[in-house]
């Protein structure tokens, strides 16, 4: 393991324990529910890509041979940005904010499934699907049309940017949007960024762009 994903894994394991010292002493049931979800929903998404793309957990588990440096500092800041949903959450708790009503926490678990639904599903059929962004000349690096890849150009950033979306809801918080939001934000920076690298680098990847217009959502973005 890397530097990279060695802070990774640390700024997981303050994901478990942060949050709930921000709500402070009081039950906190929308934090363990998230919690609960989350792990649920990633212990589904693991064990689809290892069936569908067995290899890639080898290539995901630390940054390849010309990864670029900006997208080095992308990845150390995204998970602890990701983790500041659920602190902001737990410190609006403290604070007795405004709880949003039972009814979010559903539409949070419908979200949650679709964002890491469409995550897999891009796992599952791209071999390139690596941690970073660079072009893996070396694993004879190609576009990949396959799944989601018909229609969307990034449908993996798509599926992250609704768990983000997600977690406000399942954490019945108001408050948490804004951490939120900035998550979606910093993945469209990512996003946008990869995209010039991939129209620039990799052979075929602009008459692509032809057939699959959009980024994330068909007919928006």
């Excluded at 659920?86 to 904010?97: C, D, M, N, S």
């Amino acid at each position: 393991m890397g530097p990279l994903g060695l802070w990774n894994g640390l700024v997981f394991a303050a994901w478990l324990v942060v949050p709930f010292a921000a709500a402070g002493p009081h039950r906190w049931p929308a934090g363990w529910l998230h919690l609960a979800a989350l792990a649920a929903g990633l212990a589904a998404h693991q064990a689809w890509v290892a069936h569908h793309n067995p290899a890639l957990r080898a290539a995901r588990s630390r940054p390849g041979p010309g990864t670029k440096g900006w997208d080095v500092g992308w990845n150390a800041l995204f998970w602890p940005l990701h983790a500041s949903v659920a602190v902001v959450a737990g410190l609006e708790f403290r604070a007795r904010g405004a709880a949003l009503p039972p009814v979010a926490w559903g539409a949070g678990l419908l979200l949650l499934a679709a964002g890491l639904g469409l995550s897999a599903w891009a796992a599952g059929v791209n071999p390139f699907f690596e941690g970073t962004v660079r072009i893996q000349r070396e694993r004879g690096h190609r576009v990949v049309e396959a799944g989601p890849y018909r229609r969307v150009r990034h449908p993996g950033y798509a599926g992250l940017a609704l768990v983000a979306a997600a977690s406000p809801l399942l954490l019945r918080s108001m408050a948490a949007w804004w951490p939120a939001l900035a998550v979606v934000t910093w993945l469209a920076l990512r996003t946008a960024l990869e995209d010039g690298v991939l129209r620039r680098e990799l052979p075929g990847y602009r008459g692509y762009c032809v057939r699959a217009r959009w980024r994330w959502v068909p007919g928006v973005w």
